[in-house]
């Protein structure tokens, strides 16, 4: 099992270009999640899928859309990038299975991160 | 909201020294999870360990024990007979539950340096 892969591992853009950053799990985990990392602030949520088909905006979704391909796909799209938008973004997952009552039990596996540079 | 606070930006210690890292936490729920995650130079989060809040039992795991504490609402770290392989940011986190997923949310990180 590959566990989250995330693709690209790195991307250079300029103000205003647009990109999406794929993420994927082989573990059957029904939840995912894009979260960004920036120096000093620890990660912070940008969007999540509770289950295949549905999505919701995290604590900083502005400027980010998301699609949930599939129940193993979870991809985030910058329309029109700006400088702000550079960080480390890690996509994770959830089993969170119809067993799990309380969706706090679960551990969240996360990718290897994609490193995005915003000129 | 829900918040954690990691007050120690950096520690660097002298290895084989013990070393604890800090975690206050504030939420408004009776029932969430704690969890520390650990971020080597190469990049990955690691999980460590996850804790429920009806659950202050002190966890060990090797040189690894956590303290958890709910009338401090705090949940530290101690690495006992710290290696240089210990070296690396690590971060608490709190679980919100939400919209059925569970949403994480981490503390400002401790960048751990361990020297030889």
């Known amino acids: 099992n590959a566990g989250v892969t995330q693709t690209p591992k790195f991307q250079v853009l300029k103000t205003g270009q647009s990109m999406t950053l794929q993420c994927a799990q082989d573990m059957n985990h029904n939840s995912m999640y894009w979260y960004r990392q920036d120096p000093g602030m620890g990660l912070r949520l940008i969007y999540y899928?509770?289950?295949?088909?549905?999505?919701d905006k995290g604590e900083v979704p502005n400027g980010y859309n998301v699609s949930r391909l599939n129940k193993r796909e979870f991809s985030l799209r910058l329309e029109s990038a700006a400088p702000s938008q550079t960080s480390v973004y890690f996509c994770?997952?959830?089993?969170?299975?119809?067993?799990?009552?309380?969706?706090?039990?679960?551990?969240?596996?996360f990718g290897p991160g994609t490193r995005l540079t915003v000129l | 909201a829900q918040k954690v606070t990691q007050a120690q930006t950096e520690i660097s210690v002298v290895e084989k020294e013990d070393v604890t890292l800090d975690c206050v936490y504030e939420?408004?729920?009776?029932?969430?999870?704690l969890f520390w995650y650990k971020q080597p130079p190469s990049g990955e989060l690691v999980f460590l360990i996850r804790r429920n809040s009806f659950d202050e039992q002190n966890e060990i795991s090797g040189r690894y024990s956590w303290n958890f504490q709910k009338s401090t609402s705090s949940f530290n770290f101690t690495i006992t007979a710290s290696q240089v392989v210990d070296s690396a940011v690590y971060f608490c986190a709190l679980s919100e539950d939400g919209q059925g997923a569970q949403k994480l949310v981490f503390g400002q990180g401790t960048r751990l340096t361990i020297n030889p």
């Open positions: 899928s509770a289950s295949e088909g549905t999505t």
């Open positions: 994770a997952s959830t089993l969170l299975s119809a067993l799990a009552l309380i969706p706090s039990t679960d551990t969240q596996y």
């Open positions: 939420t408004r729920d009776t029932t969430y999870y």
